[in-house]
């Protein structure tokens, strides 16, 4: 074991693809990813872990049988070598033999060598954390001198994916993604606020502007009042709105709706797309090449699913509206499922969003300054589907819920459970303002690559108050 | 009684800790750990009884941690070398390093016997693993079928997880042990579509995953023939259910709805590092602070509440956990009093005075060896009444109520306060007979309310360990899975909501 020899990923694809053939499968993708993380997590203003990860994992999908009769074999691993890399492919096609044709079955995505194939995988290290630790370290201090309690985290990964096919496909990319994100609290533990961003590399990230801005939240949890449960005018910042849309987003799927199972479904059969969902004119696009959002520029999929295919592996994604001026553009599908649902190419799912509303303008605190009475939130969290039917949504209010009176933030109220469904928010909402970056408390820490809007919502279902604070 | 994987048992894992904790050693660490751990999990998904994946993994690494000046550091790598494992060693130091300027308190651990070399595996019958793909397809085809087959049913989706986890741990106090652990999770979805008004709905089977083999699928544990057979006419009935009328009920919870309540309300909410504020940034905090131990009315005094770690096929049962302390059992609620949390070593040494005992309890677990130890939820069970009332007895207490069947929806605050859960299927309650379904409940509650308002729990024939393979904590998250035993209970005068007119219909 221990004289095996680590390949590198593109000897491992080599290698894979070739002994695939050798191993009579008709056709065979491999997808090696490499990753490097670095993390920091601090609780009542001092360092709890830590952690320095190196992984790596080889997914190997082999098909057997042609056309309509073709059946799929996925087997992954971490730590291949060059011993074992022989038996995983084996337990590939083996797996195809003994399987019965797939229905997502479709011919492999061909290609050729793309861009930066022979580069060696990009990592990060603890190093990314060199000038923002100490700071952090400090703001920890200081939060101990002030008597108050920070709680944070803070992460770093590189992910390098190479891809490649029996069909020549070969590419490789490598994707930074970091965040941070930090509880504050008052001495007494009695009021709680929280930032997040996320970041490519720290550079944009300042410990002490986290901490000026928890501390002018904290500032205006100074005065209490207890607020009913009910529907209220309500601020959704950026962050709270992607609580929300991120799950809207995963609703997307193609399938689920035209089989008439998801709140895009017609009752008499079929999707939803073409049907405006908003009076206003809203848009949710995904596009690979936003500018600081960038992602993977072509699918990845280690299983199928509604809208995924391990056959569409490689398959280059392009911009997709899924709401445009309101209306129902797209839902997420594979090949196999657009072609089963009637749409006239696939669009799989990307790993990224962008909600916006055409004419939009100005920050949450403009949308503060023009309210009369109402509340604003900070962000939600452990939101669960209550009823696909109409989407709707449970969970909770945390760490700041704020009254607004005559334009200003008077002070802190109570939490809250709800109920509502973004579907519905779309069509509801009364006013937004400029699209910008977002980190989803509920969902950030996976999924961080969002912009949104805050938004105005006139009756947000309140429908309990929570004692927690 | 099945034993070690002998190819796990053929990886030079000595060879491997002994490297990295002489490194670890030599670079000044006071105390370090190594893990070796091997996960394979297969996922097997058909849609409407056709194979829709099939995906078979495996992660296999070392990680190590270190206490160096009095901070931890952890590293973790895949390549079962001994270059690697040094080098994981030296990582997990300079980590320490890093961390040092941010790190006020000097970590600490509680004492824990030594156990050289031991080796131990969970209770099942056949590893999935060693079950051939086609056969397992085959018969969840057949399964998926039974309902697929049966009227009213438009789509069924069946997804089964399993897991085959080896695990080997060593640290430079002495102790190592050899751990092999299984788990199986199937879940089987029949939908129901309604053309004429576009209404559909669900409903699930309430088979909970346990820490069992491939036998749990062919009808140990669970009487899958009964319960495919009556999925379809369960689901007729829920689709021409009527609505529920929104106020406040008596109701009878059934053990397949109630270990998800205890899991959010009490599991959670006894987790000493949330009770310490360690997860106020992710998971959250908890209501059942330290100064409350002893003194918390938690619920009424039918209320016992154990954590374990040793119930037979409990997905949390352990023989060691992952800082080598021996599984144990232990009271959190009692007589309604809260007296008790689950711990690690570092915090059942700093909180010594306030806990009564030095040791830990045994709830460290990362769920790969990409991560770090946290403290993990152990099994937490509400307790039966010995000679307790049968469901049927319970259901006859009640005059005007609702019985709840299964889990399905769950949300709680980040103090678990406050939660709000829905089910499977909901049985209308009237004159202490059950009375057709009802259709679009939701029951929400404050914790201690809800607890204090159970009147009667079942006895030890109410039984059911229900759980979860998914449970999610820390940052980075990490996956666990946990079991929770009850019986069913009566609870008085509970919140009912009516999810359509929440949604504003």
Known sequence: ?469 | MPEVDASFLALPRHELAEAALQRARDLGATFAEFRLERIRSESIALRDSLLESATDDEDLGLAVRVIHDGTWGFAAGVALTTDEAVQVAEQAVNMAQVARPINAEPIELADEPVYDDVSWVSSYEIDPFSVPRAEKVALLTDYSDRLLKADGVAHVSVHVASVHECKFYANTEGTSYTQQRVRIGPDITAYAVDHDSGRFDSMSSCVPPAGRGWEYLTGTGWNWDDELAQIPGWLAEKMAAPSVEAGTYDVVVDPSNLWLTIHESIGHATELDRALGYEANYAGTSFATTDKLNTLQYGSPVMHVTGDRTAEHGLSTVGYDDEGVAGQQWDLVKDGILVGYQVDRRMAKVNEDLLGTPRSNGCAYADSSGHIPIQRMANVSLQPAEGGPSTEDLIGRVQNGIYIVGDKSWSIDMQRYNFQFTGQRFYKITDGKLDGQLRDVAYQATTTDFWGSMEAVGGPQTYVLGGALNCGKAQPGQSGAVSHGCPSALFRSVRILNTTQEAGR
């Open chain 1, 1 to 469: 074991m221990t004289t095996a020899i680590q390949l590198t990923p593109q000897d491992t694809i080599e290698r894979g693809l070739d002994l695939a053939a050798a191993e009579g499968a008709d056709g065979c993708v491999v997808l090696v990813a490499e990753t490097s993380s670095a993390n920091l997590r601090w609780a009542n203003n001092t360092l709890t872990t830590n952690g320095a990860m190196r992984g790596s994992s080889v997914t190997v999908i082999a098909t057997v049988g042609a056309g309509e009769g073709t059946a799929a074999g996925v087997v992954g691993r971490s730590s291949v070598t060059d011993a074992s890399l022989r038996d995983i492919v084996s337990a590939a096609v083996a797996t195809a033999r003994a399987s019965s044709p797939a229905e997502d079955a479709r011919p492999l995505v061909d290609g050729t060598v793309g861009a930066g194939w022979a580069e060696e995988p990009d990592v990060t290290s603890v190093n990314v954390y060199e000038k923002f630790a100490p700071a952090l370290g400090e703001t920890l201090r200081k939060a101990g001198q002030e008597n108050r309690w920070l709680y944070g985290f803070a992460d770093h990964e590189v992910t390098t994916l190479y891809v490649g096919s029996s069909a020549g496909l070969r590419l490789r990319q490598a994707l930074p993604r970091g965040f941070v994100s930090e509880t504050g609290k008052s001495g007494d533990l009695s009021q709680s606020a929280w930032v997040g961003a996320a970041t490519r590399d720290f550079s944009d990230i300042d410990p002490f502007a986290l901490d000026t801005e928890l501390n002018r939240r904290l500032g205006w949890a100074s005065r209490s009042v207890a607020v009913d449960a009910g529907r209220h005018p309500t601020i959704l910042p950026p962050a709270a709105v992607a609580d929300l849309m991120t799950y809207l987003f995963w609703q997307l799927d193609g399938r689920d709706a035209f089989e008439g199972r998801s709140v895009f479904s017609t009752p008499s059969g079929g999707t939803r797309i073409g049907d405006s969902l908003s009076s206003q004119p809203v848009n949710l696009l995904s596009d690979p090449q936003l500018p600081g959002l960038e992602t993977f520029p072509f699918a990845v999929a280690r299983a199928s699913g509604g809208a995924s295919s391990v056959f569409d592996n490689g398959l280059t994604l392009s911009a997709t509206d899924w709401i445009r001026g309101g209306r129902l553009e797209h839902l997420m599908t594979s090949r196999h499922t657009a072609e089963l649902i009637g749409a006239p190419a696939a669009a799989p799912a990307i790993d990224n969003y962008v909600l916006s509303v055409d004419g939009a303008s100005g920050s949450t605190d403009d949308l503060v300054a023009g309210l009369e009475n109402g509340l604003l939130l900070t962000c939600l969290w452990y939101i669960r589907m209550v009823d696909p039917q109409t989407s709707l949504l449970t969970g909770l209010t945390r760490d700041g819920v704020y009254l607004v009176e005559n334009g200003e933030v008077t002070g802190a109220v109570n939490n809250f459970c709800f109920n509502e469904s973004p579907v519905d928010l779309l069509a509801r909402f009364s006013a937004a303002g400029a699209t910008v970056p977002s980190f989803s408390r509920e969902w950030g820490d996976y999924f961080s690559r969002t912009a949104t809007p805050p938004l105005l919502v006139p009756d947000f279902n309140m429908s309990s108050v929570s004692q927690a604070s």
